[in-house]
Structures are given as structure tokens and as C-alpha cells.
């Protein structure tokens, strides 16, 4: 008989996340003997819309901060990555759909056993996972007990206790306190307080001027659901060129002797950010603040590369930051660039239904031999266009030539 890997799935909007969320995580953990626990950051959640919540970047930040020194704890991206309003019916099915082999457990408050009735699709939360429900001392358990046997009854629920220990913390108090300057160091670990404090979270300023922010409905995750996002969201011929991209890049990749699927990931959201105008680039670099130069203020379209790798992170969960460095850089290159920017570089140039640029035929097969004469000519072919158009040109396009030249010529010393 095969062993169901056993996952605890704790939700929360964690603005910010604080040290009774990870000892409850833990507690579920041992209890329960569970493989996993994961923390999954909300989008704006539904019961929340009157209030106003941190952007998910900074709350996904500290999530991953907080969970990075133990093993069996994971930041999850998955609900950011959802179409529509996080519903938990939503994201246990999906999660199921996703992980057949998986058993999860769904962590909440013990008070919200009384309100699961009202929410989206009780049926559905109790059918997809085994629901843990965090008790404490001053809890009534036997209101709760006599609870759990009704919603057993109903809806042939699998239903445990939690027993948590009673910790007087909760993140609108460590709000609060941060806003009056107070100390909450034995509230949070050390790298979120460090995070708040470098990121001036929470204080007057920062909660006058937070901005609401809304996450495209696009799907996630598998690679298939990535994909029919981006074609849902691109215009035909872009996404032709997605695809013509990640299965050049994947081809560069095996050549290349580096992972081609990671090639092919970043291959196929390297252009995601391309479905928004100008403007609208520019309005949403600013939102999350992503800094904007010089250039890209000339020629905004630019930001559709930097715009693109916050996407793959908070839009499609993607959470190798090589990825989404890939991404970043794909429209200049950049000095020091690695195996997989170069990858993704060369194959947005020379993908098949590109014909338009001068030497195609030659540098399609210089790619498989020799990845940095091959960055080197496409650089030196686009800076020669653009000159003879008396168009404008990035720095970053001039810096990562001049690198690239001396790199190679080190090379043949
Ligand atoms: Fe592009
Ligand atoms: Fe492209």
C-alpha cells in the first residue's frame, strides 16, 4: 500500500506572520505526524474587502522569510496563482487535482468551525481535506466537540482538534504596536521584524498610503495551465512566439548541459507582461514599485521584461528566482548574465518564426556550438539596427556588449 503524503495546508492573509502562526504550524506538524505544512498567503481574501491588506509581495516576502529555516515548512504560492476570489473550496480541490498522492489537512481557528457552514461550499472544504481545528485553553471543547460531531454527521467530515498553546498575538495588535513604535521583537522572528523595520511597513505613512492590490485571475502551476493563461491572455501571434521560445530554449538548454524544463518554463512566460500597453506597464512598475530607468521611460514597452518576472512569481507561483531573473533580463541581457539568461536571450532571437533579422541561418546553428558568440553577434546585429535607425538604445543592451566581448576575448587569451 502506498503512504499518502500528508500535508497541512495553513491559509492566511499573514499581515504579518507571527510567531503563533508558526507554533501552530508546528503543533500540526507533530500532532498529526504530517510531511509538510504549507503557508499560503491569500490574495485580498473575500471577508476582507473593506479593509485594506498589505500587497501580497510584501506578505509573501515575510511568509517566505519566516518558513525558510525549517525543513518541513513551505511558502507557498498556490492561491496567489488562482483565477478569481480565494475560496478555500476552491484551492483544496485544485490542490487534490493537482497532488492525487497527497492526503492535506486543512488548519483553522476552532471559532471558525462554527461559521464553516456559511462559507463558500462547506460540502466541498469537508469532502477535500481533514479539518484541524486549533482549540485553546479557554475554549469551550465541549460546545466544540458536540460542533464536530453535527458537521461529521452532515457532511461525513473528518474533523481533529488542535490543541494549540494560548498566545496572546495577533497581526492587527503587532500592527498597532509597530505603529506606536513599540517592541514586538518576542512577537515575530528575527528576519520579518528585520523586514518590517527595513521595509518601513505598518507605520502611519505606509498604512495612509497602502495601496489595494488586485492579482490577475490567471491560472497556475502546471505547465499546461500556464500556458492556456497565456494564450488566453496574449494576442495569437505572441503566443506562437511563447511557444516557438521554450521549445528553443529547452533545445539550448540540453545543449548547454543546464535543466531544459527550467529553459522551457522560462521560455513560455518570458513575454507574459506583453498583453499591457504602455501605460499600463508604467502604472503597474509603479504599484509594485519595480524601479523604472531612464530607458524604459523612453520606451516603456521595455518593462514588459521586469514586468514579466513579477508575474511568473505572484501571478504563476514560480518561485526559482533563476527563472524570473531569465525573464528580467531578456530584452537587453545583462553584464554577467548565466547560462539560462543567455538561453532565453538567444532563443527569443533566433526562435523559428522570427525572419526578420539579419544572419539567422548562421546563428541558429552557431547556438548549439557556442551560446556566448552567439549572445555577442545578436548584441552586435541589434546595436548596428539601431544605430543605423537612429533609434534609441538601452545602456544595459551597450554595458552587456562591451561584457560580452571582453568576456569572450578573456576566453580565447
Ligand atoms: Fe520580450
Ligand atoms: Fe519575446
Known amino acids: 500500500m502506498s503512504i499518502r503524503k500528508r500535508i497541512g495546508i495553513f491559509g492566511g492573509t499573514f499581515d504579518p506572520i507571527h510567531q503563533a502562526h508558526l507554533t501552530l504550524g508546528e503543533i500540526a506538524y507533530r500532532q498529526f505526524g504530517l510531511d509538510e505544512?504549507?503557508?499560503?498567503?491569500?490574495?485580498?481574501?473575500?471577508?476582507?474587502?473593506?479593509?485594506?491588506?498589505?500587497?501580497?509581495?510584501?506578505?509573501?516576502?515575510?511568509?517566505?522569510?519566516?518558513?525558510?529555516?525549517?525543513?518541513?515548512?513551505?511558502?507557498?504560492?498556490?492561491?496567489?496563482?488562482?483565477?478569481?476570489?480565494?475560496?478555500?473550496?476552491?484551492?483544496?480541490?485544485?490542490?487534490?487535482?493537482?497532488?492525487?498522492?497527497?492526503?492535506?489537512?486543512?488548519?483553522?481557528?476552532?471559532?471558525?468551525?462554527?461559521a464553516l457552514e456559511e462559507w463558500y461550499q462547506p460540502e466541498i472544504i469537508m469532502k477535500q481535506a481533514v479539518i484541524l481545528a486549533a482549540v485553546r485553553e479557554n475554549h469551550d471543547t465541549f460546545k466544540m466537540q458536540e460542533q464536530i460531531e453535527y458537521l461529521s454527521d452532515k457532511y461525513e467530515a473528518d474533523i481533529r482538534l488542535l490543541y494549540a498553546p494560548l498566545m496572546d498575538v495577533s497581526s492587527s495588535d503587532i500592527r498597532r504596536l509597530l505603529r506606536q513604535g513599540k517592541d514586538i521583537s518576542e512577537m515575530l522572528c528575527e528576519p520579518v521584524e528585520r523586514y518590517i523595520r527595513d521595509q518601513g511597513l505598518y507605520t502611519d505613512k505606509y498604512m495612509g498610503t497602502m495601496a489595494e492590490v488586485k492579482i490577475s485571475s490567471l491560472p497556475e502551476t502546471t505547465v499546461s495551465e500556464i500556458a492556456s493563461g497565456l494564450k488566453a491572455t496574449l494576442k495569437p501571434h505572441r503566443y506562437e512566439h511563447t511557444l516557438n521560445v521554450a521549445v528553443?530554449?529547452?533545445?539550448?538548454?540540453?545543449?548547454?548541459?543546464?535543466?531544459?524544463?527550467?529553459?522551457?518554463?522560462?521560455?513560455?512566460?518570458?513575454?507574459?507582461?506583453?498583453?499591457?500597453?504602455?501605460?499600463?506597464?508604467?502604472?503597474?512598475?509603479?504599484?509594485?514599485?519595480?524601479?523604472?530607468?531612464?530607458?524604459?521611460?523612453?520606451?516603456?514597452?521595455?518593462?514588459?521584461?521586469?514586468?514579466?518576472?513579477?508575474?511568473a512569481e505572484y501571478v504563476y507561483g514560480i518561485d526559482d528566482p533563476e527563472i524570473c531573473d531569465a525573464i528580467r533580463c531578456h530584452t537587453t541581457g545583462a553584464p554577467g548574465m548565466n547560462t539560462l539568461e543567455k538561453v532565453i536571450f538567444v532563443a527569443d532571437y533566433l526562435e523559428p518564426g522570427r525572419n526578420q533579422a539579419p544572419h539567422l541561418h548562421i546563428l541558429r546553428k552557431l547556438a548549439e556550438k557556442d551560446l556566448d558568440m552567439t549572445v555577442h553577434r545578436i548584441l552586435q546585429d541589434t546595436l548596428e539596427y539601431l544605430q543605423e535607425k537612429n533609434a534609441q538604445i538601452d545602456p544595459k543592451t551597450q554595458e552587456t556588449y562591451r561584457w560580452i566581448s571582453e568576456s569572450i576575448a578573456e576566453k580565447g587569451e
Open 248 to 311: 528553443m530554449a529547452r533545445q539550448l538548454a540540453v545543449a548547454s548541459g543546464i535543466d531544459p524544463e527550467k529553459a522551457y518554463l522560462a521560455g513560455l512566460l518570458h513575454d507574459s507582461a506583453k498583453s499591457y500597453t504602455d501605460e499600463e506597464l508604467l502604472a503597474l512598475c509603479r504599484l509594485r514599485n519595480i524601479e523604472i530607468t531612464e530607458a524604459e521611460l523612453r520606451a516603456p514597452y521595455l518593462l514588459h521584461a521586469k514586468y514579466g518576472a513579477w508575474m
Open 37 to 114: 505544512i504549507w503557508f499560503m498567503p491569500s490574495k485580498q481574501p473575500p471577508h476582507k474587502l473593506d479593509k485594506p491588506v498589505s500587497p501580497v509581495e510584501h506578505r509573501f516576502a515575510m511568509v517566505r522569510l519566516a518558513t525558510a529555516d525549517t525543513p518541513y515548512f513551505r511558502c507557498s504560492g498556490f492561491e496567489l496563482g488562482l483565477p478569481g476570489k480565494s475560496y478555500t473550496a476552491n484551492t483544496l480541490t485544485t490542490l487534490n487535482q493537482l497532488y492525487p498522492d497527497a492526503q492535506f489537512y486543512f488548519i483553522m481557528g476552532g471559532d471558525s468551525l462554527f
